[in-house]
């Protein structure tokens, strides 16, 4: 099992066939549409054009993609930051401690990158990426809230 750089014309489709799963598994009423995969495919070109600007690699299990992580150098207001943008094992392959090596890639080219920070976002419902994210030393520096509503009187 070794972590290695993105290979855009050996690796595209198979990045993208797992952006589905990937919302899904965050995101439970997410579904997945065409326009959808056709967002994140133009995503994944640019992303490869862009080497300094994106890290992505593969977990590659002697030929066999086993999962990936994207990391993107970012700039907002308090200054620029990695941001671990998606973090993706294929079913077989989770569970097994393997998501290190993942984070431990991202943090490597954030470093590299003269950046002190990593950020990322992930749902509350999704513990085994919470549980990876805090073993990697993420901790909690925000809240996104979100309230439900009545539909509107006559709908």
Known sequence: MLV?????????????????????????RFVCTSSFLADQAQRLRVAGRRPLENGIFILDDNGTIAGFVWVAVRMDLQGAYGSVDQVYLWPPYRRQGLGELLMDAAHQFI???GLTTARLYVTADNQDAVRL???????????????PMPPAPGR
Do not use: K
Not at 8 to 28: G, K
Not at 137 to 147: A, D, F, L, P, S
């Open 111 to 113: 470093v590299q990158h």
């Open 133 to 147: 994210y805090q073993r990697s030393g993420y901790q909690i520096t925000r809240y996104e809230m979100e309230r």
């Open 4 to 28: 290695r750089p993105y290979r855009p014309h050996q690796d595209f489709r198979a990045l993208l066939d797992a952006q589905c799963d990937l919302y899904q598994i965050n995101f439970p």
